[in-house]
Nanobody
Framework: VQLQASGGGLVQAGGSLRLSCEAS????????LGWFRQAPEKEREFVAA????????PIGDSVKGRFTISRDSTKNMAWLQMDSLKPEDSAVYYC?????????????????WGQGTQVTVSS
């Protein structure tokens, strides 16, 4: 399984970005997709996740109400819509895939990881 994250960049505070995650390879046992982020000298943080049935869509507390996750399983794609961005949202954002049916909210629940895309929010 390969994951390609894209869509990061530089944006002013209050702006929006949309991250994309494209999955390829042997996907028959992939059920959940998630987004995590990691800022310099900080621990990896759960952002959002979505199950294959779209029923389970947990969102991290720090981004709740501002970020939305969605997916199109027919296209093996997932997106993270980020609105009302803040400087503290600056980080490398990683897309991850899990064989679990209920979308995990911890990194240990994901078997596959993409390379990450940088998001920088200026004040």
């Amino acid at each position: 399984v390969q994951l390609q994250a894209s869509g990061g960049g530089l944006v002013q505070a209050g702006g929006s970005l949309r991250l994309s995650c494209e999955a390829s390879g042997r996907l028959f046992n992939i059920f959940a997709l998630g987004w995590f982020r990691q800022a310099p000298e900080k621990e990896r943080e759960f952002v959002a996740a979505i199950s294959s049935s779209d029923i389970s869509t947990p969102i991290g507390d720090s981004v709740k109400g501002r970020f939305t996750i969605s997916r199109d399983s027919t296209k093996n794609m997932a997106w993270l819509q980020m609105d009302s961005l803040k400087p503290e949202d600056s980080a490398v954002y990683y897309c991850a895939a899990s064989t679990r049916r209920v979308a995990p909210t911890v990194g240990e629940g994901y078997e596959y990881w993409g390379q990450g895309t940088q998001v920088t929010v200026s004040s």
